[in-house]
């Protein structure tokens, strides 16, 4: 190995050992006290490196500052988030680092019948050579996005330990809840205090992105009548059976994330809870434009009420909550952090692709609350799930570039 390889790798497997999964269901902020076992570590490596206003916020978001070396040179945020998906297993995850990748199938020590290769993951082919960083086969990796932390640490410590290279005052921003939408509380923006931002929290190397979806969660509740089942000839509303006249109704052919890409949106019901007597439905809804997150509202709404019009006994209600909006609406307007980053990327002769994400990232909040914040790769791939891994190599690529666009950034003209 050779530049930021092994410091990337033993920093993504330590982290990655840490549970940090969010909660949507916690009121808490974080939504989970074990975020504060990582967001603590990087208080203490961040004071060890000798980054300057270390602090973890009463919200929970761990901040740093690299101080300037170029005096006029714009404040520059670097954000990644600690927490972990919560839509698969994450306790107990053992890191797994694959040497010199051979092209073939990777197996998987604590699951025997899973296997990542190119055929289910396209990148894979391209990472020939590769240090591929996987989890053992029963929990996701994490790499998603603690290899945005591990960057972005690695950056720090780089510029730290050379204060000749030039750049402007850099701000650090480790975040909980992202993964649930709750990772920009309002504070945020101010105590980051940057001019422009960006998040290390993409895919593929070269991708730097400006559009995010539009995001609302909805929530619909079903109150039927509970009958003793043995006495319940006309008179049991089994609300089960209505949820199940909802989900059937929407158009799962057309408008679901397995049967959607590039710009489609969807309306995705990713949780049902409940019994005879009760159910909750929790759904996202998601596109690229206003108007059309709007009309999949709309048609939720109007099928709930439909439902609700064939059996009156029953009580139906569809609470729809926004989450957050498609960063380019301000991005556009105001392309600079946007084509710095790739200038920073060519400068290490790669070429910027800039693809809608199918999701958001804590930039789309940012951005949106008046903090420019696109966003750029760190390489992770297949994230949240089993087959989730990233490249040592790519993250490598990461910092390089994010260590070039601090030095763009601080060049007069």
């Not at 158009?251 to 019994?275: C, I, K, N």
């Amino acid at each position: 190995m050779n530049g930021f390889e092994r410091e990337l790798e033993e920093r993504l497997v330590r982290y990655a050992r840490v549970d940090t999964q969010s909660d949507e269901r916690s009121p808490s902020s974080p939504s989970t006290a074990i975020q504060l076992d990582l967001a603590r570590m990087l208080v203490a490596e961040l004071t060890e490196i000798g980054a300057a206003e270390v602090q973890l916020t009463e919200y929970g978001v761990v901040l740093a500052t690299v101080p300037a070396t170029r005096e006029g040179a714009p404040v520059i945020g670097f954000l990644a988030h600690v927490d972990t998906a919560p839509q698969f297993h994450a306790v107990g995850v053992k890191p797994v680092v694959h040497r010199g990748y051979n092209g073939g199938p990777i197996a998987f020590a604590d699951a025997p019948g899973l296997t990542l290769s190119p055929e289910s993951s396209s990148h894979l082919a391209e990472k020939i050579g590769h240090d591929i960083i996987t989890a053992s086969g029963t929990t996701l990796l994490g790499a998603d996005d603690k290899a945005g932390v591990a960057v972005i640490m690695t950056l720090a410590r780089h510029l730290l330990t050379n204060p000749d290279l030039p750049h402007g005052a850099i701000r650090i921003a480790f975040t909980p809840d992202e993964e649930i939408g709750r990772g920009v509380d309002k504070r945020l923006p101010k105590d980051l205090g940057a001019d422009f931002a960006y998040t290390l929290d993409g895919g593929a190397v070269g991708e730097i992105e400006y559009e995010s979806f539009s995001a609302d969660g909805a929530s619909v509740k079903i109150t039927g009548v509970s009958v003793h089942p043995g006495l319940a000839k006309g008179k049991m509303v089994n609300a089960l059976h209505l949820a199940a006249k909802i989900v059937t109704a929407l158009p799962q052919a057309t408008m679901t994330p397995e049967v959607t890409d590039g710009r489609e949106g969807f309306l995705h019901l990713y949780e049902q809870r409940g019994s005879a007597a009760e159910v909750e439905l929790n759904f996202i809804l998601r596109d690229f434009e206003r108007d059309g997150l709007a009309a999949k509202g709309e048609l939720l709404r109007a099928v709930c009420a439909a439902v609700q019009a064939g059996e009156p006994r029953a009580t139906i209600s569809c609470e729809i909550r926004p989450q957050y909006r498609n960063m380019r609406y301000w991005l556009e307007n105001d392309m600079a952090p946007v084509e710095l980053a790739r200038a920073a990327c060519r400068a290490e002769g790669i070429e910027p692709v800039s693809v809608p994400i199918r999701g958001g990232t804590d930039g789309s909040r940012l951005t949106e609350m008046g903090v420019p914040t696109p966003n750029i790769f760190t390489g992770m791939q297949e994230i949240h799930g089993p087959l989730e891994w990233i490249s040592v190599q790519d993250m490598a690529t990461a910092t390089r570039v994010c260590l070039r666009l601090t030095e763009l950034a601080a060049t007069p003209g």
